[in-house]
């Protein structure tokens, strides 16, 4: 399952690449991709249970960008 999220508030392209290598290590994401010029991020899992998966993805990038948001939808 691939499913794209819009990001708020994300402020550097070094941030969106600590993002993204970070999520990559999340158990149960098979892929992960954080643009920071659209403003996007892309999440690809073999799990179904996205709301529990997206829950730890939250933590993982505040860690690295407090300020920033997704927006799910």
């Known amino acids: 399952m691939k499913k794209v999220f819009k990001l708020k508030d994300l402020d550097c392209a ?3 690449a600590k993002m993204e290598n970070n999520i990559k290590k999340i158990p149960g994401v ?3 991709s954080v643009n920071f010029m659209m403003q996007k991020m892309t999440i690809e899992s073999d799990t179904d249970d996205f ?3 997206m829950d730890e993805v939250q933590k993982v990038c ?3 960008e407090p300020d920033c948001e997704i927006i799910r939808k």
């Open 62 to 64: 505040a860690k690295v």
């Open 51 to 53: 709301d529990a998966l």
């Open 30 to 32: 098979t892929n992960a």
């Open 14 to 16: 070094n941030c969106a």
